[in-house]
C-alpha cells in the first residue's frame, strides 16, 4: 500500500486520462451508432449498403489492430493529402485523438445494430397512429420512437459501455498515459507489477461498478409504468 500511495498523483492522472478517453468515445460512437441505425433502416439503398459495410468491417477487425491502423497510418495519409493538396501543413495525430476516433468507430459499428434493434422493437401501430394524429417527423421521434427505443437498447448500450470502458486499456500499446500504461510504467520501474495491475483491476473494478449503478438508475426512469413479465 506505501508504493500505491507513493504513485497516487500517477494513477490518479492514468484514471482521468481513461475517463476522458471512456466519454470522448462514447460520444463518438453513439453519434455514429444513431446516424448508422437511420442509415440502415432507410429507404435509401445506398445508404443501407454503406451502413452494412461499415458495420461488416469493423466488427471483423480486432480492435488493436485498427488502433494501430489509424495511429501509425492516420498520420501519414493526412499528410500525404495535405502535401499533394496544399490544404494543410504538417499534421500531427495525437494518441487521445487516434485512440478516442478509433474506439469510437468501433464501437459505433455495435451501437449502429443496438439502436437499430430497439426502434425495430417499437409497434409500428404506435408511429402510424402518432401520423393518423397529425404529428410531424421531430414530435413523432421526440415522443413516441425516443422514449420507446432507449428503453429497448439500454440493455444492450450497458453491456456495449462496460467492454468499451475497458477496452481503452488497448490504447496505451501506443503510448497514451491512461491508468494502464501509467501502472504499468510504475510497477516496472519499482519491480513490483503485480501491485500496480491489481492496483489497476480495482480501479477499472470501481469504475465498471459505477457505470452499472448510474445505468441502472438510467434504466428505471425509462421504465416507469411499464409491466414486466
Sequence with gaps: MDLIFEYRA???AGTITTIELALASLVIAVSLGLLGAWAKLSANRLARRLAGAYTTIVRGVPDLVLIMLVFFGGQVTLNAVGYATGL???????QFVAGAGTIGVIFGAYFT???RG???AIPRG???AGISCGMSRSPIF???IWPQMVRYALPGFSNNWLVQLKTTALVSVIGLQ???YNAFTAGRSTGQLFTFMAAAF???LTLTGLSDVALRALDRRYSRGVVRA
Design 178 to 180: 491512461d491508468l494502464v
Design 113 to 115: 445494430e443496438t439502436f
Design 10 to 12: 500517477q494513477l490518479w
Design 88 to 94: 494543410w501543413d504538417y499534421v500531427e495525430v495525437s
Design 126 to 128: 404506435q408511429i402510424e
Design 142 to 144: 421526440r415522443h413516441i
Design 202 to 204: 480495482v480501479i477499472y
Design 118 to 120: 430497439a426502434i425495430l
